[in-house]
């Protein structure tokens, strides 16, 4: 035991620092404080009547009423219990509580990269934190993008394992590199799971180029066919995360329109719309940020303090200093890139862009030029509609592409691939320094270049246009907002001098960084230093440079109290009132936020609206085609919205309109109206009464049977029995009726019986369900049930099973390999 100590202290020490790291920047959470989080806020209101009944029964429902009508929780939350990674997670957090637990991962992946890469272990510390603390990834989990910085966490230890199978691991890669996987695809973001494989995909094309090349194919065939078994485990231990998923998109907004869209060459549209795709696309010269954070104004509000130029002038026309403030954080961006708003820049580091340049000279190892080219077709593809003939080829043609937004977010990939070629570019300084041919001037070139940039932008913020393409009209509205024209433009220039004050300052700021680091790498070059103080002070430097700026975005004013995290929505008097009504099931309508882009009213109702990245596509399309301007009252009514939350004009206070025409749970019709396609069936919906006629496409004519439908005098059905994902019905009828339930149809895992018999679920008026019945007193149930869960949680047990093995047996050959070492060495100790 003292030998293995002996071995590894280094290594238990770096993991010791990096647990003190983890503590000191999320102190308040050892405190008993909570991220207040406005997607997990968001989040919380879409979860809480899934949490509601699995605290009743102990199990999860899947499927919930809380948003849009009704979706599937498993695109929400579901507990995955069969899937072995869905247990690890809860482990590590039982020690260290979110968000804490994400900078560890990224700091522990991070520390595995390196060290596959044969790095000493400081070295390896110091890549580690240069990656952990780029700026987004706090930025994500300030947000509340709390899943896609756990997707990002995972992605370099997965790099490590890709390049530990091709370096000749036939165990320990396809191993880790199924776990590391798994690990991944659990977190549940598969856009960032997407960009890591393109990413890959361009490391596996040059390991085949050297492999021809070296006549090693052989080799290079083998270590990806266990790439391949290792992918395959890691995917099927995801069965249940991935299969109902993909089965759910299908008939999502990222899938396939049910009403025919164009693009603007004719051809049918699939996917997101490309203009929504695009919406957040990187400004070309916004990649400036890499260097200079405050290059582009920073954040879009709260980045002005009392002593900008936009307060004072503010105060000047009139206004407090507290009212001063306010305003020209809200109203006066200092953000002015092309993106609709951001929570931050991309920030790498400026030290760290440094010796990146610099490691373009100096590195030989062919890691160097799959990490270049990567890195290259990923800022072309976050440049969005900014650079449209590349990133078009990829929406219109590339598998996937087109099923993701926010392009920009394609970043993640270099500000992890950026700091694993500056750290190896330092190492090869380190290791083979004496070897690198004129080694003084690409040190001089690289880090004069980088600070002339700095020094540009520090001296002559102007040079950046600082105005966004819509300044004008910007300017055109304060304009209309003061009567002095004089006046309005000094309050445009005084914005304008803020940002440039931003953007100098931290040019300056990053013109230092690269100097000192820069300095440290010059003397150590002379011989003026040993590598272990370089090393020291670079980590401290990176560290601190990147720690401070973190600081701007997630810092100690993010946190809140446990009991206001535990009740993140307040309860309003509306929402009181309404739970009055003690019915089973009737919907709410909240127009006092922006109804389909909010989940609180979730938290307290079964909602019309809601927030969901992953809406039905038939929901979606009912919205643009009958919510695009004014409500439309039969599409209320049918959808069993009882009650509108509004506000009064008259002193801004909530109040509720209650809807006496909504339609209930269930219905029996008149008649049934059949139209012959999606477009008719929309188009419909305009005109007729919901309460006495059904709209169905021709083409489910046949599942109504030959039964004739007859009046549904004296009549009745009603919901006896509430579960989101049962639903039981009693009705009496004298004869054949047709009765339209105010329930979403999804045909993937919904079932229908009378009295327990099976009966076809008939779409019916876009989007609802519908059940042709016989005539009498009998009892309808709603399950759902799909099948894509049921088989994908007994494959993801098997697959968990068979990753659990796989890692035993690759401990197993270590320990043996390494006894079968020792043996010679003692019996030679021995003679």
């Known amino acids: 035991m003292k030998t293995w100590f002996k071995e590894n202290q280094n290594h238990l020490i770096i993991i010791g620092i990096f647990l003190l790291l983890v503590v000191f920047y999320f102190t308040p959470v050892w405190q008993g404080k ?72 990224f700091l522990l992946g991070g520390y595995f990269l390196f060290a596959v890469l044969k790095m000493r272990p400081w070295v390896a510390a110091l890549g580690a934190i240069a990656i952990a603390f780029s700026s987004y990834n706090m930025i994500y989990v300030e947000a509340g993008h709390i899943n896609k910085a756990y997707a990002i966490a995972y992605m370099a230890p997965i790099i490590g394992a890709v390049i530990l199978c091709y370096r000749g691991s036939k165990f320990w890669g396809p191993s ?51 790439q391949l078994i290792g992918v395959a485990v890691a995917v099927l231990v995801n069965a249940s995360v991935l299969f109902p998923t993909y089965e759910y998109s299908k008939e999502t907004i990222r899938g396939k329109a049910n009403i025919t869209k164009h693009t603007e060459d004719g051809k049918s549209a699939a996917g997101l719309d490309k203009e929504y795709a695009y919406a957040w696309s990187q400004g070309i010269g916004e990649n400036i940020t890499l260097l200079i954070p405050n290059a582009y104004g920073g954040r879009t509000g709260g980045t002005l303090d009392e002593k900008s130029n936009t307060v004072k002038t503010l105060q000047k026309l009139g206004a407090s200093a507290p009212e001063a403030l306010q305003s020209a954080n809200r109203f ?18 400026a030290g760290v862009i440094f010796l990146f340049v610099l490691a373009l000279f100096v590195v030989k190892d062919r ?45 993640v990939i270099p500000s992890v691939l950026m700091p694993l070629l500056a750290i190896i570019g330092l190492n090869e300084i380190i290791t083979r320094g004496n070897e690198i041919v004129d080694l003084d001037k690409k040190l001089l070139y690289s880090g004069g270049a980088v600070a002339l ?25 304060v304009q209309q907002m003061l009567p002095d024209p004089n006046l309005a433009n000094e309050l445009v220039n005084s914005l304008l001098k803020d940002r440039a004050d931003l953007a100098s300052k931290d040019a300056w700021r990053s013109f230092f960084i690269v100097a000192l680091t820069f300095g440290f790498v010059w003397f150590f070059v002379k011989k003026k230093l040993s590598a272990t103080v370089l090393i020291a002070a670079v980590a401290v430097i990176i560290l601190v440079d990147l720690w401070s700026v973190d600081k701007r975005y997630l810092n100690s004013d993010s946190f809140v109290d446990k009991s206001t ?23 709410v309508f909240d127009l006092t936020t922006s109804p389909f882009n909010d989940a609180s009213a979730s938290y307290f109702h079964k909602s019309f609206g809601g927030y969901h990245a992953a809406k039905l596509m038939r929901f979606q399309e009912l919205l643009e085609n009958k919510f695009n301007g004014d409500l439309n009252e039969d599409v209320l009514d049918m959808m069993n919205v009882r009650y509108l939350i509004t506000k009064d004009q008259s002193n801004n206070s909530d109040k509720i309109q209650r809807r006496s025409s909504a339609l209930g749970n269930a219905w029996f019709v008149n008649n049934v109206k059949f139209v012959n396609s999606n477009q008719a069936e929309m188009d419909a919906l305009g005109t007729f009464d919901p309460s006495k006629e059904a709209i169905i496409n021709e083409g489910l004519k046949s599942q109504l049977g030959d039964k004739s439908i007859g009046q549904p005098n004296n009549a009745d059905i009603k919901l006896v029995s509430y579960h989101p994902d049962t639903l039981k019905y009693e009705y009496s009828a ?20 009378v009295d ?26 709603f399950v759902f049930a799909p099948n894509s869960m049921k088989v994908s949680n007994v494959i993801s047990l098997i697959a968990s099973i068979v990753l659990v093995l796989g890692l035993a047996f690759a401990i197993w050959l270590s320990i043996k390999h390494k006894n079968e070492k020792q043996k010679p060495v003692d019996a030679k100790a021995n003679k």
């Open 34 to 105: 909570t991220l207040l989080q406005s997607d997990v806020m968001q989040a919380r209101g879409s979860q809480k009547e899934i949490f509601d009944y699995k605290e009743i029964d102990g199990n999860t429902p899947l499927w919930t009423n809380s948003m849009f009508g009704g979706m599937p929780t498993y695109q929400i939350w579901y507990d995955h219990a069969n899937n072995i990674t869905s247990h690890i997670g809860p482990a590590i957090r039982a020690i260290f509580p979110p968000p804490s637990d994400v900078l560890l991962l």
């Open 176 to 226: 880790l590199l199924a776990l590391f996987l798994a690990l991944e695809i659990r977190a549940n973001h598969i856009q960032m799971t997407y960009y890591l494989f393109l990413a890959l995909l361009v490391l596996v094309g040059f390991e085949l180029y050297y492999a021809i090349r070296d006549k090693k194919l052989n080799k290079f065939l083998q270590a990806t066919g266990l």
């Open 332 to 349: 006066f961006p200092t953000y002015w890139g092309e993106k609709t708003f951001t929570s931050g820049p991309w920030y790498f580091g």
């Open 367 to 411: 890691l160097k030029w799959w990490i270049l080219t990567a890195t290259i077709l990923t800022f072309f593809l976050a440049f969005g509609r900014h650079l449209p003939f590349i990133s078009d080829l990829f929406f219109d043609y590339f598998p996937m592409y087109n099923k993701f937004r926010a392009v920009e977010s394609i970043l």
């Open 453 to 477: 940039i700095c020094l540009l932008v520090a001296v002559m913020p102007s040079i950046l246009s600082l105005r966004t393409s819509t300044h004008q009209e910007f300017a055109t509205s």
């Open 565 to 587: 995290y535990d009740r993140p929505i307040p309860e309003r008097e509306v929402d009181q009132l309404i739970h009055l009504d003690k019915d089973l099931s009737y919907r």
């Open 734 to 753: 004298g004869n054949n009726v047709f009765a339209v339930f105010s329930e979403i149809y999804y045909d993937k895992g919904w079932k229908a019986y």
């Open 756 to 781: 327990g018999e099976e009966v076809p679920i008939i779409r019916t008026n876009y989007l609802l369900r519908g059940l042709s019945l016989p005539g009498g007193n009998h009892k309808v149930e």
